[in-house]
Structure formats: C-alpha cells, structure tokens
C-alpha cells in the first residue's frame, strides 16, 4: 500500500515529465522525496490546526499560518481583560473601600 509521501512523489513526477513518467529520469530521487515528505507534514499541520478550530474551510497553509498570531492574541487579550475584571470584582468586594482608592490614583 502507497504512503502519502508515495503519492505526492508520483504526483510531482507526473506534473514534471508527464504520464509516462519514470523514477529513472530523476536526478536525485533522495530530494523529490524530501520536498514529498515536506509537503505530507504541512498537510498533516493544517488537519491538527483545523480540527484545533483554527482557521476557516478553503484557507491555504500560509493563511492558515498567518492567521494564528491574531486569534492568539485575540484568545489572550480576552482572557487577561476577563481575568483582571473577576481579579477587580473580587477585590472590590473584600476591600469596598477600594473603589475610593482606584478613583483618586486614577485622578493624578
């Protein structure tokens, strides 16, 4: 049975020499492999990161990738801004006067 590395060989060699293709007219076959190996790991990336729920259905690789700083960054300023307000909300009721206190540092 073929691996996806083998398909992705005989793909590349197929777009390259045509139908009749053969592993003979290679010049380094070790590469082609390579650039196969290469292209199963971004495919298998991008499967982990949509299942993830990164990303959205049709994106390339690159895109998918370009996107992942901005959700992230997105996911963590909600979270600390959500975590500051519980981390003020409970503190303000332990300490009620500190309202006081917040209004006159936040004057100067």
């Not at 005989?10 to 777009?15: F, G, K, N, P, S």
């Not at 196969?36 to 690159?62: N, P």
């Not at 300023?77 to 006067?97: C, G, L, V």
């Amino acid at each position: 049975m073929k691996g996806p590395v083998d398909v992705y060989r005989a793909e590349i060699l197929r777009a390259v020499l045509g139908d009749k293709a053969n592993e003979s007219k290679v010049a380094n076959i070790g590469r082609l492999n390579q650039i196969a190996a290469h292209l199963v790991d971004c495919e298998d990336a991008k499967s982990i990161l949509r299942a993830k729920g990164y990303g959205a259905a049709g994106m390339t690789f690159v895109e998918l990738a370009r996107s992942l700083p901005e959700n992230v960054r997105g996911m963590l300023r909600e979270f600390f801004s959500a975590a500051r307000r519980r981390a003020y909300e409970s503190a303000a009721t332990r300490y009620p006067d500190l309202g006081e206190v917040h209004d006159t540092w936040s004057a100067r």
